[in-house]
């Protein structure tokens, strides 16, 4: 424990120097990544009124998998096999919800299905995202301007940079700027896949937040995006869930697929699905029928892998790359009930 007020102020400046920051009464506020990856924000009277403040924000050493969201009951595996198909035939999504709702969890979750020959960029302004080290991946984070104002990047100077790296994926921490979601979503129109996070509550507030100010994309763009994932907080138990699992139609609006009934902790089905399934269907060639025996599989490897207790980033991103590689290999092994030890 700290225990005085120059305690304070001796480690936010101590902090500061590590990092290339400072923190003075011309200064008094400080926000820093550490090299731990985590982050730090500082505070120091006569701003903070009470006294010089530190903030850590702590990041979870053992990221979120889809493993962990179905056993905490945060997603159905019949929900997370649609967004899987989803993910594997490259349609961009967006991932909605309010503060601390599990948003970057659920980026994080969608990005264990990309395929294991794929290059993927990631830009967020905090290294939250991990991905499995065999994957071709360039995480990328932005730089804050040092004390003269030089020196910073935005998340919109590496969006544009990460268009000339030839990348087939592309993973952004958050929209927040016009400018931004410009960019991102004309990198949807040329082709790219694009997963991303923005504050709303649900998949119709998502559309209205991106078609307003200030962000204000115009309508007609928003068809470029084919899925939107809203996750929740319940206020009153604490509990993380996804909330609605939505597709965008050709007019630009959303309809519902799945929603949470709170009362039940249930995702149900509501709407069917029309645009998601017509543009794999169009793109692959795949019917309506085999779609859905890709997702009845899909549900069954993952009520598998729960089961057989895979749950780390590398061990997911094994069985995924078993799947689009090896398919028939994963299929004897899931409808057999080997363990998961058989796919080495």
């Not at 694009?194 to 928003?222: F, G």
């Not at 090896?326 to 998961?340: M, W």
């Amino acid at each position: 424990n700290l225990q005085s007020e120059d305690q304070i102020k001796h480690y936010a400046a101590m902090i500061g120097r590590k990092v290339g920051r400072q923190i003075t009464i011309m200064e008094p506020l400080m926000d820093a990544n550490l090299t731990t990856g985590d982050r730090v924000n500082a505070t120091i009277s006569p701003i903070s009124l009470n006294g010089h403040t530190i903030t850590l924000r702590k990041f979870a050493s053992k990221p979120w998998t889809i493993t962990d969201f179905i056993k905490s009951g945060s997603i159905s595996p019949a929900a997370a096999s649609m967004i899987w198909l989803a993910i594997q035939y490259e349609l961009s999504t967006l991932i909605a919800g309010g503060t601390a709702s599990g948003k970057t969890s659920m980026l994080n979750v969608v990005s264990n299905f990309f395929p294991p020959n794929q290059r993927i960029i990631s830009i967020e302004d905090t290294h939250e995202i991990q991905l499995p080290k065999f994957l071709h991946w360039v995480p990328m984070i932005t730089r804050l301007p040092n004390p003269e104002g030089k020196g910073g990047v935005s998340m919109l100077d590496l969006l544009v940079n990460s268009l000339r790296m030839r990348p087939d994926r592309i993973i952004v921490g958050e929209i927040r700027r016009k400018r931004e979601a410009a960019v991102l979503f004309e990198a949807i129109h040329t082709g790219h896949s694009v997963y991303a996070t923005l504050h709303a509550n649900s998949a119709s507030e998502t559309i209205t937040r991106l078609t307003s100010p200030p962000i204000d994309i115009p309508k007609t763009m928003i068809p470029a995006l084919s899925l939107i994932i809203v996750q929740y907080r319940n206020r009153r138990s604490g509990l993380r869930r996804t909330f609605q699992i939505a597709e965008i139609l050709p007019d630009g609006n959303a309809s519902v697929l799945m929603q949470l009934d709170i009362n039940k902790d249930k995702l149900i089905k509501q709407n069917r699905s029309t645009a998601l399934f017509n543009s794999i269907e169009m793109y692959t060639g795949m019917s309506r029928k085999v779609i859905q025996k890709d997702i009845d599989f899909k549900e069954r490897v993952l009520n598998w892998m729960v089961k057989q207790g895979v749950d780390s980033v590398d061990t997911v991103g094994r069985v995924m790359a078993e799947y689009y590689t090896n398919q028939g290999n994963l299929k004897q092994i899931v409808l057999a009930n080997r363990p998961f030890s058989s796919l080495s």
